[in-house]
T-cell receptor, first 120, second 117 residues
Framework: GAVVSQHPSWVICKSGTSVKIECRSL??????MFWYRQFPKQSLMLMATSNEGSKATYEQGVEKDKFLINHASLTLSTLTVTSAHPEDSSFYICSARRGGTSGFIANTQYFGPGTRLTVL | AQTVTQSQPEMSVQEAETVTLSCTYD???????LFWYKQPPSRQMILVIRQEAYKQQNATENRFSVNFQKAAKSFSLKISDSQLGDAAMYFC??????????????FGEGTQLTVNP
């Protein structure tokens, strides 16, 4: 299998505080992890791509100082929403890709269950 | 840039019947991968089926199969013998085979499938 976990699954925080979301690949090593944001009844919006040991690559329009991403190991990536505001409330999903350059194994993303963030 | 279009925001099917979800994409590449993911109410993204562009044979996974038409840039999903558990949002996704393009997925807008008992 290829299992990806996220923690927490649901978090409520006060405006101005920071929140950390963890994404773990449980049974494989993930050289690349992705962070998405999803609004209700909409598609997934890629926020950033992170490779183990490297700085994350952010999509246009995503504030890298607000959404801090760390991919410290082959099984763990974290997303920290700094100084959260109500407009940051959303569903955040991570995914992970195994290493390699060709074939399905290297080119399939496996998704975590998501984290619902509510900022009051 | 590649784009993925799902022209059916909503579809419904009777239990045990067959339904086809449409997906078209735009690319100038010849090497790429296509995926269908489902997102049930739990919001967990689940891989349904995948296809490599260089393979002409359509992928099949149990009750799920695709009709891959490379020249037409079409990648439809057929669900046979629909079950209540198939009710979900279905996303079509494209992944470039080029390493220089990165490993990102480009998603369509999604099709909400309702299965009626």
């Amino acid at each position: 299998g290829a299992v990806v976990s996220q923690h927490p699954s649901w978090v409520i925080c006060k405006s101005g505080t920071s929140v950390k979301i963890e994404c773990r690949s449980l049974d494989f090593q993930a050289t690349t992890m992705f962070w998405y944001r999803q609004f209700p009844k909409q598609s997934l919006m890629l926020m950033a791509t992170s490779n183990e040991g490297s700085k994350a690559t952010y999509e246009q329009g995503v504030e890298k100082d607000k959404f801090l991403i760390n991919h410290a190991s082959l099984t763990l990536s974290t997303l920290t929403v700094t100084s959260a505001h109500p407009e940051d409330s959303s569903f955040y999903i991570c995914s992970a890709r195994r290493g390699g350059t060709s074939g399905f194994i290297a080119n399939t993303q496996y998704f975590g269950p998501g984290t619902r963030l509510t900022v009051l | 840039a590649q784009t993925v279009t799902q022209s059916q925001p909503e579809m419904s099917v009777q239990e045990a019947e067959t339904v086809t979800l449409s997906c078209t994409y735009d690319t100038s590449e010849s090497d790429y991968y296509l995926f269908w993911y489902k997102q049930p109410p739990s919001r967990q993204m689940i891989l349904v089926i995948r296809q490599e562009a260089y393979k002409q044979q359509n992928a099949t996974e149990n009750r799920f199969s695709v009709n891959f038409q490379k020249a037409a840039k079409s990648f439809s999903l057929k669900i046979s013998d629909s079950q209540l558990g198939d009710a979900a949002m279905y996303f079509c996704a494209y992944r470039s085979g080029s390493q220089t393009s990165g490993s990102r997925l480009t998603f369509g807008e999604g099709t909400q499938l309702t299965v009626n008992p």
